[in-house]
């Protein structure tokens, strides 16, 4: 049906499928509007139930205008077929966010509960209940809006029927609905009295949506099992699990609301969604104001947690530094593919290196139950670690252990120390089952594997001299041994921050990145560190977007614990493409596992600052500053959202603090030049673009900057020219042409128009 016109609706494409029929984007010619339709087809018994329901459904929602509800505009026939026109909305269900994240921080699934409430408030004022609440059903736009929908199972309290207005043409729909023995719904998400085949009451509603919070929160359903038989006897019969909460301030005390949602009885619930909104509201007064319901207690995360903190070097040589690092770090990979185990990420943990450290403080501070950490000394071929395992809640030791081994023997001593933990933490910790970390391929070289360790122990650090040393050591590594594959991934990495970072030409360092990641692919194809670094390259270079996306996803369904993959899609694919809530949502997956991260930290405040809300983006960049006031990235930002603000001498001090802490930098010279020359200091800005436009001749100086400088010297034509040759050299900051501010001025030019279609940013 794709381009033909049904009555005044042009159908536009195709937007999904199913048993009963299609639905469609559409757009309104009258209105012009965009609009989804669904269309039914077939005439089979449960074709004509569908017909039955969605014509129900579009009775149900006419009397009901609310913003969290999805509106319907119009019921139509075509050819004998009925269709229903709604609203188009943009985003995810629920149920899509919960198979790929599992679990959303708690003020983000407080705004949802609020929003959703409000919604059933609406619904339940006029009698309407939804009967089948359930996370398909739930809907979150790209504006973050939430959204209930489907209500052709809706039926009325019988009593409130003639206070609707709606008695005579909804009786005859909701007669079946209402007559007890009757089962309507999905059973994962039914109420107790619902599978009992009673009549429902609004309340019914309340506790479909605790359900689905409780998932939300927890991260998994409170009594599925693995039967439909054996679920639906555990909504009717057991209790919550002991426990099941963390119960301290970081949950906003949602799960006292969501433990009274799912009380057996309905009469302890909450009556209806006005009652239910009035105590997400308070829930919501109170956390703003900073007060919580009832003491603070003891932090005990919802599921098994460790950090490795780094190694104490005890070697006489302070040059094994990289190997106490790297013998942590590669204990981290390990426990991190541990089904059902939180590991904290490694430049989290690390920021505790050489600090006389509360544990238990270690614990808050990275959000979990047990801290790992030791010593190691390394004489010659010889090895002795000494290692310790904490419960952080009350200090004591699960586990302690020395080894002796010679460097021959340093990966099984590395799956012997993760095996241990990991059974230490089935026993004591209550991680379910015996699992076992998967092994990791590694050289037999134990020389590679020394160059390799000083390879990541360089490329933490990022600077640009340090990433040329881990070069230098990958590149060395791989010389050893032509099949290791992490070392070609960390070698893969350094070639695309160099990109990133503007410090090498695109057309340098992205093919050996490429070149580098795919070799490393070809080694080991489910290898996440590859693909994420390869997902980078198609999206930033090739401006590749869906093949990146693909790649992206990949890695982090194959170990959803590793950051970058999380971190790179969302600051280099998702945030480049304007797509900021799916952003918010990688961004706090990142956080949750590496919550001490400074990178992870800016890239919060840019996405406000690409929102155009200076205000925010301060905030979070001063966030990162407390944390590491010498942190040059978010001086750099700190500048840009000052900028935005319109406070320039402030934006001039951040840039210059910035340049103090990397000289050289083009990107921060252009920023600095930029903002001088918005603050009318022309004559300086030109000098400084002098100088930049000098240094091309000898080094890559990306022309996106350039053209930065010369808006802001109101050089619009130079402007442009500069953009269209950084098209040319496919220069990385081009991905952000559809969103800086800089750019807004010209962003309707037609050559403009053109480069954002040629990287498919339009």
């Known amino acids: 049906m794709i381009g033909e016109t049904i009555s005044h609706y042009r159908i536009l494409s195709s937007l999904g499928t199913g048993g009963m029929g299609v639905v469609y984007a559409a757009e309104d010619l009258v209105l012009e509007r965009k609009v989804a339709i669904k269309f039914l087809s077939g005439n089979t018994e449960a074709s004509v139930e569908a017909a039955r329901r969605l014509k129900r459904e579009a009775r149900n929602l006419s009397a009901l205008n609310h913003p969290n509800i999805c509106t319907i505009y119009e019921l139509g026939e075509h050819q004998g077929q009925p269709y229903l026109v709604q609203e188009l909305l943009v985003g995810s269900t629920l149920q899509d966010i919960i198979e790929k994240h599992q679990k959303l921080p708690p003020a983000a699934i407080l705004d949802l509960a609020i929003q959703i409430a409000d919604g059933l408030r609406a619904a339940h004022a006029v009698g309407l209940i939804h009967r089948d609440i359930k996370p398909a059903n739930l809907f979150l736009t790209q504006d973050q809006r939430a959204k209930i929908l489907d209500f052709g199972l809706a039926g009325q309290v019988p009593q409130l029927l003639a206070l609707t207005g709606n008695a005579t043409t909804m009786a005859a729909d909701t007669i079946q609905f209402a007559t007890p023995g009757t089962i309507v719904g999905t059973l994962d998400y039914m ?130 530094e990289y190997f106490c690092e790297g013998l942590a770090e590669e204990l981290v990979s390990a426990l991190s593919l541990v089904d059902g185990l939180q590991v904290a990420a490694w430049n989290s943990a690390f920021r505790f290196q050489g600090k006389d450290v509360n544990m238990r403080e270690v614990g808050q501070q990275l959000g979990v139950g047990a801290v790992l950490e030791g010593s190691l000394r390394k004489s010659g071929i010889h090895l002795r670690v000494n290692a310790r395992l904490l419960d952080v809640r009350n200090g004591l030791t699960l586990w302690s252990e020395r080894y002796d081994a010679e460097m021959k023997d340093v990966f099984a001593l590395q799956e012997q120390m993760a095996g241990a933990i990991t059974g230490q933490l ?88 490429r070149a580098a990641a795919v070799k490393a692919l070809a080694i080991e194809p489910e290898m996440p560190e590859a693909l994420t670094t390869l997902a980078c390259i198609e999206a930033i270079f090739d401006w590749n977007w869906p093949a990146a996306e693909q790649r992206f996803q990949r890695a982090i369904a194959l170990n959803p614990q590793y950051v970058t993959a999380h971190h790179w899609y969302a600051s280099n694919l998702l945030m480049p493409l304007g797509r900021f809530a799916e952003t918010k949502e990688q961004i706090e997956l990142a956080r949750a596992n590496d919550p001490l991260s400074l990178s992870v930290q800016v890239v919060v405040g840019l996405i406000a600052y690409f929102e155009r809300d200076p205000e925010t983006a301060l905030r979070e960049y001063r966030k990162a500053l407390e944390m590491d006031s010498n942190f040059l990235l978010a001086h750099y930002f700190l500048g840009q959202a000052h900028e935005l603000a319109g406070d320039l001498p402030q934006a001039i001090q951040s840039f210059q603090r910035a340049l103090e802490l990397s000289p050289g930098s083009a990107e921060i010279e252009a920023s600095l030049a930029r903002a001088q020359a918005l603050a009318g200091n022309r004559g300086e800005a030109e000098e400084m673009l002098r100088r930049l436009a000098h240094r091309t001749a000898s080094q890559y100086v990306s022309p996106v900057l350039i053209a930065q400088v010369l808006l802001a010297l109101d050089s619009q034509e130079a402007a442009i020219q500069e953009l269209q040759r950084a098209w040319t050299l496919k220069s990385t900051d081009l991905v952000w042409l559809r969103l800086r501010p800089v750019f807004d001025r010209i962003r309707d030019d037609r050559r403009v128009e053109e480069i954002l279609v040629a990287t498919g940013l339009s």
């Open 191 to 320: 109420s107790p009295e619902q599978l009992r085949g009673e009549a429902v009451t609004a309340s019914s509603d309340v506790f479909s949506l605790g359900l689905v919070l409780y998932q939300l929160l927890v991260g998994r359903h409170p009594f599925r099992k693995a039967t439909i038989l054996e679920t639906a006897s555990a909504i009717l019969m057991l209790p919550l699990e002991s426990g099941s909460f963390v119960r301290d301030p970081s949950t906003l005390g949602l799960e006292r609301v969501i433990a009274r949602m799912l009380a057996k009885d309905a009469s302890a619930r909450y009556a209806d969604g006005g009652e239910l909104l009035a105590e997400l509201k308070a829930v919501h007064a109170r956390t703003s104001s900073g007060i919580f319901d009832g003491p603070p207690v003891e932090q005990r995360p919802p599921s098994p947690s460790i950090a490795v903190l780094p190694f104490t070097n005890l070697s006489a040589d302070p040059e094994n």
């Open 426 to 513: 089935v026993t004591k910790m209550g991680l379910r089952g015996k699992p076992e970390p998967a092994p990791r391929a590694h050289t037999h070289n134990l020389e590679a594997y020394n160059l390799y360790l000083k390879g990541r122990y360089f490329w933490n650090r990022r600077r640009p001299a340090d990433l040329q040393r881990a070069i230098e050591s990958f590149e060395q590594a791989i010389a050893l041994d032509d099949r290791y594959a992490a070392a070609l991934a960390g070698l893969a990495d350094c070639h695309v921050i160099l990109g990133i970072q503007g410090i090498g030409r695109p057309n340098d360092v992205y093919p050996l990145a």
